[in-house]
């Protein structure tokens, strides 16, 4: 992974100087005048821990797995959201951690967070280090020090059971190594997130991730039958059976948990069979409010493809996933992407049932070169983000969910906030959203905003950041629906889930985590 960017830095294209003009001409958008730090230019403060803790810690997982070095702790500084990188494309990092501890077993994590408990060290479970909400920023202040608990060595597929279709996996396992693995036994998870390429197992179950063919297979927390924690008061195991009436599903309280309760080291999981046909393609709406009805109609009558997502008129436009054709004017109404996968008979029957009912809602169906593009690119937008911040634009996401008849005022209250608080200068941002999952009963929304960076970057994003989460607050979404909490979600979600919600989670935290140090001030601010 790229220490200022996204993924491998050799699938990192520059823009096309024509994208670059009509960024500046449409914009404002101007190259920054302070060039990035190279990366053996870039300083870290001394390491806090003493010599005897960073002994303790190689006690417990051998003196080769205990990293001080610059480099290392450099590249296990905050995450992948775009005030991340900016800090530390400028040198930023005060808040790096002082060392990166790698286990390589269950037994080993809870000897770390022993050590960690005693010695008053935080804690920061370190899996792709994907997150883009701070989930990888812990408030280290009344602490020793802070690792970085890089999971990385945990990366085996332990164990297949065919007749139940389930399988365990280590947290440290990254998307396509878990899928090939699978795939020698003939299963998939169908977990396709945009973080695919570099995100772990782990990483999905602690941030309940949602794949991109999340209509067909599910979200990530639906596929978790069990999981394995470690918690400085010890082990937690989760899941006897498929369903259980035995009390509240303690599983819920790791989903979703990120890292603040404990450390996933296990993830046993529903699979499925590897499907024998794919296929995906392009369907256009005339406008966004008919497209959303007809994801709706196909989501309440119970035949759903295995991907389905609509872009409104302004993504439609611009193309993301095309950056040679940004702007071009190409484009009109609204694209819905559609995919059917598994069986041919089963797909090809579940194809033309999808079909009726898209035509009947107004759908033309535009073939399969708008699905085959936007497949081949899916994984790709992070990488264009960077190529946008290369060349002085602002560019980052965000995501809600709401239910059905409160899509559309909760789409035109986060469009509204963005574009009043980013607005430079008589220059509106160009503010794009697509329906990226859906559900019976309502549907996630995703933003994606680029503007001029302005002087101070980081803050200009802060103030529209705040302006939309108080948006969707208002207007009744949740604060994310698959990204996750982290620090920057953090007040929002205290007033989402109310003060006794708050007191309920401060008491699980108290019991897994007495001491405090896992995460401290993701999820949860911490208490004094």
Request: charged share 20%; hydrophobic share 40%.
């Amino acid at each position: 992974m790229a220490w200022n960017g996204w993924g491998d830095p050799a699938a990192a294209a520059p823009l096309p100087d024509a994208v670059t003009g009509l960024l500046r001409d449409l914009l404002g958008v101007r190259p920054s005048p302070t060039p990035q730090v190279a990366l053996e230019r870039v300083e870290v403060r001394d390491v806090r821990l003493g010599d005897d803790d960073v002994a303790a810690l190689a006690a417990a997982v051998g003196g080769g797995h205990v990293r001080t070095d610059a480099e290392a702790r450099i590249r296990h500084t905050r995450g992948k959201s775009t005030p991340d990188l900016l800090r530390i494309r400028a040198g930023e990092t005060a808040d790096a951690p002082d060392a990166v501890v790698l286990p390589g077993s269950h037994d080993e994590v809870l000897e770390v967070l022993r050590v960690c408990s005693e010695r008053r060290i935080a804690v920061v479970p370190f899996g792709g280090g994907t997150s883009v909400v701070g989930g990888l920023t812990p408030d280290g202040e009344g602490f020793t020090g802070v690792i970085a608990l890089d999971l990385r060595r945990m990366d085996a597929l332990v164990a297949v059971d065919p007749v139940s279709r389930t399988a365990t996996l280590q947290p440290g396992l990254r998307g396509p190594r878990a899928e090939a693995l699978l795939a020698e036994h003939g299963f998939t998870l169908g977990h396709f997130p945009q973080s695919y390429e570099w995100a772990t197992i782990g990483g999905f179950a602690a941030a309940r991730s949602s794949g991109q063919a999340s209509a067909g297979y599910g979200r990530f927390d639906e596929m978790v039958v069990g999981l394995t924690v470690a918690t400085p008061r010890g082990t937690l195991e989760t899941g006897r059976a498929p369903r259980s009436a035995a009390g509240p599903d303690l599983r819920q309280l790791v989903l979703g948990s990120e890292g603040a309760f404990g450390v996933i080291t296990s993830v046993t999981v529903r699979v499925q069979p590897v499907p024998k046909t794919t296929s995906y393609e392009g369907w256009r709406f005339a406008s966004f409010g008919e497209g959303s009805a007809a994801l709706r109609r196909l989501a309440q009558g119970g035949s759903l493809p295995a991907v389905l997502r609509l872009s409104d008129e302004t993504e439609t436009a611009i193309g993301l996933a095309k950056p040679d054709r940004i702007g071009d004017g190409s484009a009109s109404g609204c694209l819905a992407i559609v995919g059917y996968e598994g069986e041919a008979a089963d797909a090809a029957e579940r194809k033309a049932r999808i079909r009726l009912a898209l035509r009947e809602a107004g759908g033309e169906l535009l073939g399969s070169e708008p699905g085959e593009g936007w497949e081949h690119g899916r994984f790709n937008a992070p990488y264009l983000r960077d190529a946008l911040l290369d060349v002085g634009a602002l560019v980052e996401t965000l995501e809600t969910a709401t239910f059905w008849s409160a899509v559309p005022a909760l789409y035109e209250a986060v469009r509204e906030a963005l574009t009043t608080t980013l607005n430079d200068e008589g220059t509106p941002p160009v503010v794009m959203c697509h329906i990226s999952h859906v559900y019976a009963t309502g549907a996630s929304l995703y933003f994606t905003v680029v503007s001029a960076q302005g002087e101070d970057a980081v803050a200009h994003w802060r103030r529209a950041k705040d302006a939309a989460c108080d948006a969707i607050i208002a207007a009744g979404g949740t604060i994310s629906h698959h990204h996750g909490v982290g620090t920057d979600h953090r007040s929002w979600y205290a007033t989402e889930i109310g003060p006794l919600g708050v007191d309920v989670l401060r008491a699980v935290k108290e019991s897994l985590d007495p001491a405090g140090v896992l995460n401290p001030g993701v999820l949860l601010t911490p208490q004094r």
